[in-house]
């Protein structure tokens, strides 16, 4: 009497897995190459704009590569991930780091790569949890496996969550400064890394005397970092 039920549960989750993984890697190779219009936080963030009684603001406007100001990867990278260019999607050594301070009972903080953000904001939630990371590992392993460097970068910097209701570079740039986002200067682009950490509390067009003093910080490591995307050697 069991077997045909245990038969049928294996058969079911069989199919539930190859529908998971294939479909996965589906998205993460299409999104290699398509613009990625909509995320989960833009849709999360709306229903909680609308529930609270607000009316719903979604700014967001896709740009590639290079319609983006060179000093807004490196303002993100001075800011979010000094080792973006050569990790694998994984910082061990800040993972490390941030354990060991955790050990030590001093102020938590993350050690999220870029890669890893970016997963979370393209397929997943924004709540913390466990389950959720464990999803994280699994998409930022395919998109570092599927996608350039510079793709991952793209998506970031078009996807990444800026202020309240805007999405992306161009977005941030025409909201909060009046220009484009292959305009913004190198001071603009620091102050926008700067409130990355909470872009709903800090406003990168009036910044408060904590977040000049990261931008001064970002650009004081805007000149140590290595240069992103690396100048490509000429045969």
Known sequence: ?????????????????????????????????????VTPLMVIRSVQQIMSGDKPTWKHTWVSFDHISP????????SEDNRFAMHNGFDFIEIKKAMKEN???????GASTISQQTAKNV????????????FETYFTFLIEL????????????????????????????KYKFGTTALRLNREQCALI????????????????PYIIKRK????????LVPRFPPLKEKN
């Open 1 to 37: 009497m069991h077997k045909p039920l245990i038969k049928k549960a294996l058969r079911y989750a069989r199919n539930l897995l190859i529908f998971f993984f294939s479909s996965t890697i589906l998205a993460v190779w299409v999104y290699r190459f398509v613009p990625v219009y």
């Open 71 to 78: 000093h807004l990867p490196m303002a993100v990278i001075a």
């Open 103 to 109: 050990e030590q009972g001093r102020r938590r903080r």
């Open 123 to 134: 397929f997943l939630w924004p709540q913390s949890s466990w389950i959720r990371k464990g």
């Open 146 to 173: 599927f996608w350039s460097k510079e793709r991952i970068m793209t998506v970031y910097l078009n996807s990444i969550e800026m202020g309240k209701g805007i999405y992306g570079a161009e977005a941030a740039a």
């Open 193 to 208: 890394a700067a409130t990355l950490p909470n872009p709903l509390r800090f406003d990168s067009a009036r910044p408060s």
């Open 216 to 223: 001064n910080q970002i650009l004081r490591l805007m000149n």
